[in-house]
Structures are given as C-alpha cells and as structure tokens.
C-alpha cells in the first residue's frame, strides 16, 4: 500500500556531489544535456547550459544474496571509454554477488541522459537512486509513481525506465530516503508518494535487469515526462550511433602535435575535455570545470561552472594550437557578446553572461584582445565591427585603468602580478593596429612603459628570500599598489589566519609568463635566479611527478587533517603549474617531457586533470593519496589547456602566447621607453636622463607644476587624448638640466589635491 508523507521534512541541507569526477560527457547536437560521473555512477548533471546542475547525483543499490550495496560507496569498478576522444563512459561494478553494467549516454537529439544497464548475480535486484537539485535551490519538490518526477518552478526532471518500476518512493533526505530505508531495514519497505518543499530523494526498484534508464528536463513535468518517453521510443543504438559519429567527426579536424602514443592519448582526451565543456545555450562559453570543489560539502550556487574570461581564453589558445579553430572563434565572439558597456569582464559570470562575483581583473580584459590577435594570426580572423569594438572598447578600459589589478590571477589581492603586466603589455601591441596616429602611438608608448617598469614593481633586490640560495634578487608574486606600500607592502593572504606578509616574501610562477610571451629572454639572469627559488621553494616531488604550489603560503586547498577547504586551508600543489614550469623548460634549453608526463599521472581514474593533488600522507578516509587528485576541481579546464600548449611548445619551440609583433618589438629585452607615464595608480619617484613624462589621469585636471622645488610655479590645463586619458606631457628637452619635477593637481571642480608630489631628473 503507498503512504503518501514521508517524515522528516525538509531534510538535510542539501549539498553537491565529490569533484572527484571519473569523466564528463555531452553530446555534440540539438541536446542540451552536461552529465558528469564520480565513483562510478552519474552525479551532477547540468541543463540548459553547462551553468546549471540540476542533480546531486543518480546512483545505485544492488540488493543481493547476504545484503545489500551502494555502489559509489563500494567503489570497485572499472572504467573505460571507445576511444580517448569519445565521451561514452562504461562502468562496470563488480561484487562478490552482482555484476553491473552501466554505460552514459547523452541523447544527441534530445534533452534527456540515456543510462543502459544490465545486472546480473543470484538473486541481485536493482534499485536506482536520484537526488533532484534542481535549480540549485533547497527545496523541491519530488512526486513518484510509475516515473520519478521533481520540480521546481520552472524546471522539472522525469526519470523514466523502458522496463518500468515494481515499486517507487520520495523522501526527504537523511530521514526518509532510499538509503536510510536500507539502512534501517535492510531493503526496500518504504512507498511515499511524493515529498515537497525540502531536500528530496527518490528511489525506484527497477522491473528488469536489463534495460535503458532516460532522465529527461524540461520546464515543465509534462514536458520532461514527454522527453524521457521520446527518447525511449528512439532506437538507443541508432541515438548511440549518432552521437559516436558526431564525436568522430568532430575528431577530424584535430591536429595533434607528434608524440608518443601515451602522450597523444593524454592530448586527445585533452581536447576532448575541453570540448565537453563548451556551452550549447550560449555557443562558445566554456565554464571551468564542469564540477563544485569540495562539492559534497556545500551547496554553491557558483561552484567552478562559471565562465572565467582567463581560463577560457586559455583553453581558446590551446584548441588553437590542435587546429580546432572554429571553435576558438566561437569562444570570441561569445567574448563579445559579454564584454560590459564600459570594456571591461565580468570576474566571472554564468554563461548568459550574468556576473557572479564583482572583481575587476585586468588579464581578463587583456585575454580576449590577445585572443583576436591569435586568431588573425593563424588566418582564422578577418576584422569585423563587432571585433573590432571589442578589441577597441577592450583597449581603451585598459588605457584608463592598467596597470595595476584590483585582483591578481588567483583573485585574491590587489596591486602589479608578473603575469597580468605580461597580458596588459601584450594585448596593448598586438591591437596597436586598431589605432592610427596619436592614439596608435600612445598605445605603443604606453605598453614600452610599462614593460620597462615591471622590475621596479614586482622584483625584489636582496629580499629575505635570498639568503642561503646565492641569489642578488628575484621576481615576487604579486607588487601591493603604491598606496599599500607599493612592493615593500604588505599582502594579505585571506586563505589562511594571521595571513599578512611582506610582498617580497611571497613568490609564485607568475613571472615565467615574461619568458612565455616575450618580453623577457629564458636566459635573463634575473628569470634565472627567480627559477632557481621556485624550484627550492614551491617545487612538490611526488610519487606521480613533478607539480608547484601557487605561492608559499598558500592557504587555498584541504586542512592538515584531510578536512576540506572551508575558506581556510593548506595550499596544494597544481598540475597545471608543472606545465608552466615545463613551457619555462622547452624555452631555456631544458627537457619538458617530465613535467608533460607529471601532468598525465596526476590523473584521475578517468584521465582527467585535476586543480591540486595531494601531497600529505595517505588519508584513506578522505580519499586522498599522495600525487593523486585532492578533493578540488576536477577536471579543471585550463590545466588540460595548458598540457595541449606545452606539447605544442615541445613541438614547435614557440608557445602559443608569443606573437611576431612582440618578438620583434621587445627581442626579450627590458625596453628603454622614451616616455614614462606617471599616474597616481602607478607613480615614480625619478627617472633617467633623456626620457619625457607624461602626467595622466581619468579626469581633467589643472597640473599646478614648477622645477627644481617649485621654481616658476605655474598651471596648465591636461589634453584629453582619444584613448580616454587627460595627460599633461613634459618633453625630454622641457626636463632637461632640472633636478625635479614638482607637481599637485587641481580637478575640474577646483579642488586641490591634498599632497605635492616631486619627481627626481637624472642630470649630467
């Protein structure tokens, strides 16, 4: 008999599933279906768009002879995919007493996950599991009868199966669900019709042991009832069919750089990854990482299935170096389709391009311009307007508001990062074109400034990092603006207690990026030494190789104890760092291939990259096992980017990031600019013989001046130039035999600055 209200409303506090994911799949026509698998079963699957998981998990009990099993608990199977670049997963879980089958399939016509099965075992039945999320909301509503249904406003999911169900039941989970009558009762015994409003489960017995599960989502239950049985009624080996020649198709216009056979794989698989995680709603978004770090923890309505305009350019330039090309371009014109009104990104946003977190990070603006760049360098871009206005709205952002970044590339402090100076100088040069006369020659003036200054802001003479390594200085991680102390500042590291350090202790890979793209030769002394201190200093030996902690002192990455990340942590070394340390390797003369095979057995079980691996002891508890995935995002995009440019780089000698223009401008070397531009952002206190200041600020202003301590004081009005900056300019020849310039502002209110500021002339 059913009983209709189950106790125990609303249930636990609802969370994701583990990030410790085996593989992600999609299909590559009209459906609009992301299903991600961990432990062996399906967990978060995500529609419309890749920003929108919908269930915490679809998973298993297997009622046997001598008991009974939950499969992701279990955790004995085997995993295996058609080809590396086919996203078709089989699972097989095998038992004393049972044998399942399992293989995922994204329908390629429908918005509906086809799951195939079959059991076998004496006296084996088969109990699915499901655990609705949908919308990311806390309550929902779940109804079962013949399907399993829930909703919630206007998103609603039916599961269905070909063979039906002998009986069905909702609850609330951790008092009425599936497996808490399991629990306490050793079986099936609960029949609830429907539980609404809270955390919901639903549990069906399944009437065959061999069959074809379809969850199907729509916005409504009738529409997702309509789907589910549709794709049913659909031949599955003609849907698999479909969706195999869509995938091998796609393969075709892979271009794989030569590698050895394990390699090669490992790049497929790469490039397939990267794919999967490319948006049908909105074509050309690629969010982070179709998983939530830490997700069986909380329930983050953001978690890393947002679009980060960083990591998907990243992942843009490595479909590039495979020749994927079009979908590079796809990924630039959703680019523009995001930029805001005033030329900036969002710091990271959903794939409708709604913002999540409010940050303002200046690579993020750099990245798309260098994108374009890319793309017109391999003849894949010809201007358009809307490319065009991009590029310039992008520029002119830039102009205004570099060099320094409110957020760093790790999002966490404010001030001049190796790595963004890097993609500001970068994106300034390779779009100089889109200007002529005054405008194209700021730009250039701008960028030959700011390249000569990098050392002055973010390296560190005689630090405190030095002593024992030999060493007369060395690049830091991150430069505080010069109204935090500029780089004798202090940085807060916000992931961890009493987290206030002096800037010139803090040291990340930020720096080889000057190599990567450029504007500094491998062989410069000061890279040199700097390469000498990570490797002393943030370099991980681990039993699968070689990776890198971000910076020392990181806090962003599980406890000591195995506990996850909770906004304190111990920093965790990244795969994707060994892969920046490799492009260092390619381009200084040494051999990449360790840190190309450290990237591939950081792995999990199906191949995937992940965020940070472990590097304590074995906590078994945990799941955590030294060189293996830790319990953060898993796979993280923009570390399999970075394995297909590094084998790129292997190849060709030129990473991906390096363009013509910069390489004959710069040759590697420290410029000497002939202006310098001094803003209140980014001022100096003197400057050498023979160079021209230019004064500059976002809004007019009146420059109150005089020379050698305000000899001849004097006004004069600032020129507005047509990047959107108000600039006072001092040629070489006004400067020349004077020991400083001194100088205050008025605004055009008429209100005084509240300080004098002096610069020192070098004279003869």
Same mark, same amino acid.
């Given at each position: ?35 991600? %698998?961990?432990?062996?079963? =399906? ?15 679809? &998973? ?33 879980? +095998? ?19 086809l799951i195939r099965y079959a059991l076998s075992g004496e006296d084996a039945r088969l109990y699915v ?11 929902? !509503? ?10 919630h406003n206007a998103t609603a999911l039916c599961l269905r199966a070909d063979g039906g169900f002998l ?36 549990? &069906? ?31 599955? !080996? ?25 390699? +090669? ?148 402090? /404010? ?10 100088? =970068? ?11 005054? !405008? ?42 010069? #109204? ?30 000057? #190599?990567?793209?450029? %504007? ?7 890279? #040199? ?11 991980? +030996? %681990? ?32 795969? @994707? ?35 940070? =691996? ?75 013989? &023979? ?5 500059? /600020? ?24 047509? @990047? ?41």
């Open positions: 008999m059913t009983e209709h209200v189950p106790p125990g409303a609303p249930g636990l506090d609802p969370t994701w599933s583990s990030s410790d994911k085996d593989m992600i799949t999609t299909g590559l026509g009209a459906s609009r279906i992301w299903a991600t %698998l961990g432990h062996g079963i =399906v967990n978060e699957v995500y529609w419309p768009s890749t920003g929108r998981p919908q269930i915490r998990d679809l &998973g298993f009990i297997i009622a046997h002879k001598g008991g009974w099993t939950e499969l992701k608990r279990a955790d004995t199977y085997l995993f295996s995919l058609p080809k590396p670049y086919i996203p078709l997963p089989t699972v097989v879980h +095998e038992g004393e007493h049972y044998r399942l089958e399992l293989e995922v399939l994204p329908h390629p016509l429908r918005d509906c996950l599991l499901l655990a609705p999320h949908l919308d990311g909301a806390r309550e929902n !509503d779940a109804v079962a009868g013949k399907d399993l249904s829930a909703s009986r069905t039941s909702a609850g609330f989970v951790g008092t009425s669900d599936g497996w808490q009558d399991f629990s306490a009762n050793g079986g099936m015994t609960w029949t609830f019709s429907e539980a609404k409003g809270g955390n919901v489960a639903l549990v &069906g017995e399944l009437a065959s042991d061999n069959g074809v599960l379809a969850l199907g989502f729509s916005e409504t239950p009738e529409g997702a009832r309509t789907l589910a049985r549709s794709s049913l009624a659909d031949s599955y !080996d003609e849907s698999r069919d479909i969706f195999m020649k869509s995938w091998e198709d796609w393969a075709q216009h892979l271009r794989i750089p030569y590698a050895a056979p394990e390699l +090669e794989e490992a790049a497929r698989r790469s490039a397939m990854v990267i794919k999967c995680h490319e948006d049908r709603t909105y074509a050309g978004a690629m969010v982070a990482s179709l998983s939530v770090p830490w997700g069986s923890s909380h329930d983050d309505a953001g978690g890393y299935h947002l679009v980060w305009t960083r990591d998907t350019v990243e992942a843009a330039f490595a479909l590039i170096t495979v020749g994927l090309y079009e979908d590079a371009g796809r990924t630039l014109d959703y680019l523009i389709g995001t930029q805001a009104d005033d030329g900036s990104w969002a710091q990271n946003y959903f794939p409708d391009g709604r913002g999540y977190w409010s940050g303002k990070q200046m690579d993020e603006v750099a990245l798309p311009v260098m994108l374009a760049a890319k793309l017109r360098a391999v003849g894949h871009l010809t201007n358009s307007p809307p490319e065009e206005a991009m590029v310039r709205s992008a520029i002119r952002f830039i102009v205004r508001n570099g060099p320094m970044s409110d957020q760093d590339r790790w999002e966490e402090n /404010a001030g001049a990062s190796p790595f963004t100076l890097a993609m500001l100088i =970068v994106a300034l040069v390779v779009s100089a074109d889109y200007f002529t006369g005054e !405008d194209r020659d700021y730009i250039l003036s701008l960028a030959d400034s700011w390249n000569e200054r990098i050392e002055d802001w973010t390296y560190s003479v005689n630090g405190h990092l030095c002593a024992g390594l030999d060493l007369p200085g060395y690049y830091i991680r991150l430069g505080p603006r010069a #109204v935090d102390g500029g780089i004798d500042g202090i940085i807060s590291r916000r992931n961890v207690q009493n987290g206030e350090t002096p800037a010139g202790d803090l040291i990340g890979l930020e720096f080889l990026y000057l #190599v990567r793209t450029g %504007l500094r030769a491998a062989e410069d002394r000061r890279i #040199v030494d700097t390469v000498k201190l990570i490797d002393a200093k943030l370099r991980a +030996e %681990l039993p699968t190789g070689v990776a890198y902690y971000r910076y020392n002192g990181d806090g962003y990455g599980e406890h000591e104890d195995g506990t996850p990340f909770d906004g304190l942590g111990v920093g965790r070394p990244w795969p @994707l760092l060994a892969g920046e340390r490799g492009h260092y390797a390619a381009l200084g003369g040494e051999d990449p291939m360790p840190y190309l095979n450290s990237m591939l057995r950081m792995v999990g079980k199906g191949g995937l990259i992940p965020e940070q =691996v472990w590097d304590g002891e074995p906590m078994p508890e945990h799941g955590l096992v030294p060189g293996e995935p830790s319990g953060s995002a898993m796979p993280l995009v923009w570390a399999h980017g970075e394995l297909l440019k590094l084998l790129a780089t292997q190849t060709t000698g030129r990473p991906a990031e390096l363009f013509d223009v910069i390489a004959s401008r710069y040759a590697g070397k420290r410029p000497t600019a002939a202006t310098w531009h001094w803003r209140e952002s980014s001022p100096f206190a003197a400057i050498a013989k &023979g160079k021209a200041i230019s004064i500059e /600020a976002c809004d007019p202003f009146i420059l109150h001046f005089g020379l050698n301590g305000w000899e001849n004081a004097r006004d004069k009005a600032s020129v507005l130039n047509g @990047l959107g900056m108000h600039c006072v300019l001092f040629t070489a020849a006004d400067l020349e035999g004077h020991k400083t310039l001194d100088f205050t502002f008025r605004n055009g209110d008429g209100e005084w600055k509240d300080k004098d500021f002096s610069i020192g002339l070098a004279v003869d």
